[in-house]
């Protein structure tokens, strides 16, 4: 219901933009985030938004460099990479879930989202 897109091999210091689409759930009642994971480590949070996409949250580690945004109409949401670092590399989870209460909600805790996409991998390299 997820389909993560976009990754590839990259110079450090180019872009990449990742793209999340969406069929079979109401996309603009869902919150979305973007995870990465490297071999060994946990699942780490990059950056989120809410249903509506008026808020966003980033990692200390991607701020200033990645922008998520998202298009409801199009059920698709994006995440600009900038300003890449070898330290980027990993593979990218975009990954949904239906606020409860507030629908101006958003999170980066990875526990609590239902649907995630089958991940694109990110590699910055000379």
């Known amino acids: 219901q997820l389909q993560a897109s976009g990754g590839g091999l990259v110079q450090p210091g180019g872009s990449l933009r990742l793209s999340c689409a969406a069929s079979?759930?109401?996309?603009?009642?869902?919150?979305l985030g973007w995870f990465r994971q490297v071999p060994g480590k946990g699942r780490e949070g990059v950056s989120c938004?809410?249903?509506?996409?008026?808020?966003?949250y980033a990692e200390d580690s991607v701020k200033g460099r990645f922008t998520l945004s998202r298009d409801n109409a199009k059920n698709t949401a994006y995440l600009q990479m900038n300003s890449l670092k070898p330290e980027d590399t990993a593979v990218y989870y975009c990954?949904?879930?239906?606020?409860?209460?507030?629908?101006?909600?958003?999170?980066?805790?990875?526990?609590?989202?239902?649907?995630w996409g089958q991940g694109t991998e990110v590699t910055v390299s000379s």
């Open positions: 990954a949904a879930y239906k606020p409860k209460y507030d629908q101006s909600a958003y999170s980066i805790d990875p526990s609590i989202y239902d649907f």
């Open positions: 938004i809410s249903a509506s996409g008026r808020s966003t």
């Open positions: 079979g759930l109401a996309f603009g009642d869902y919150a």
